[in-house]
T-cell receptor, first 113, second 109 residues
Framework: EPEVTQTPSHQVTQMGQEVILRCVPI?????FYWYRQILGQKVEFLVS????????KSEIFDDQFSVERPDGSNFTLKIRSTKLEDSAMYFC???????????FGQGTRLTVV | KNEVEQSPQNLTAQEGEFITINCSYS?????LHWLQQHPGGGIVSLFM???GKKKHGRLIATINIQEKHSSLHITASHPRDSAVYIC???????????FGQGTRLTINP
């Protein structure tokens, strides 16, 4: 069964460093998303991406964040200068269309120290 | 006020019991999702609903659009059903999902 895969599963980084979280969406899907979940809190939307551009973003997704689809398979989230409060589980998701079911990856746990 | 509210927040039951988790929302939606999150953190999609009822194995999900309410039922619950169950809605005109806070379900043998 096709699945969304994320790498790495866990990343530890020092405050101020840049991190790139990687995702391989399901191959025939056209819409891609990043969500995050701070420990003990609910999942929050960060950004959606379609046709090589951001289609929607939340107020969390400020200038420190960027997304890219560098090739036909990967979808990345970059955090330019990490802060302690960026520590969270980051989930990538994809859907065939904007209105169809979204499938989630297993998440990347980011710890900023 | 949260746009998506789930109840209860925590639920402990004995194996075999019938389980109901509720979700209420306050916004217009195009679809509602029920998701499962295991202790490792990964999220698995269980159902996407825009009307009526869906069934998959021992899981049943219903939605009442007029009342802005959905329920997830588990029949013949089993310890392996222990997880956090999350309701999420897609707001009309948007692609993003807005999540509830989750219901932590523990099924004891």
């Amino acid at each position: 069964e096709p699945e969304v895969t994320q790498t790495p599963s866990h990343q530890v980084t020092q405050m101020g460093q840049e991190v790139i979280l990687r995702c391989v969406p399901i191959s025939n899907h056209l819409y891609f998303y990043w969500y995050r979940q701070i420990l003990g809190q609910k999942v929050e939307f960060l950004v959606s991406f379609y046709n090589n551009e951001i289609s929607e973003k939340s107020e969390i997704f400020d200038d420190q964040f960027s997304v890219e689809r560098p090739d036909g398979s990967n979808f990345t989230l970059k955090i330019r200068s990490t802060k302690l409060e960026d520590s969270a589980m980051y989930f990538c998701a994809s859907s065939e269309r904007g209105i169809t079911e979204a499938f989630f990856g297993q998440g990347t746990r980011l710890t900023v120290v | 006020k949260n746009e998506v509210e789930q109840s209860p927040q925590n639920l402990t039951a004995q194996e075999g019991e019938f389980i109901t988790i509720n979700c209420s929302y306050s916004v217009g939606i195009s679809a509602l999702h029920w998701l499962q999150q295991h202790p490792g953190g990964g999220i698995v999609s269980l159902f996407m609903l825009s009307s009526g009822k869906k069934k998959h194995g021992r899981l049943i999900a219903t939605i009442n659009i007029q009342e802005k309410h959905s329920s997830l039922h588990i029949t013949a619950s089993h310890p392996r059903d222990s997880a956090v169950y999350i309701c999420a809605v897609r707001i009309q005109g948007a692609q993003k999902l807005v999540f509830g806070q989750g219901t932590r379900l523990t099924i004891n043998p």
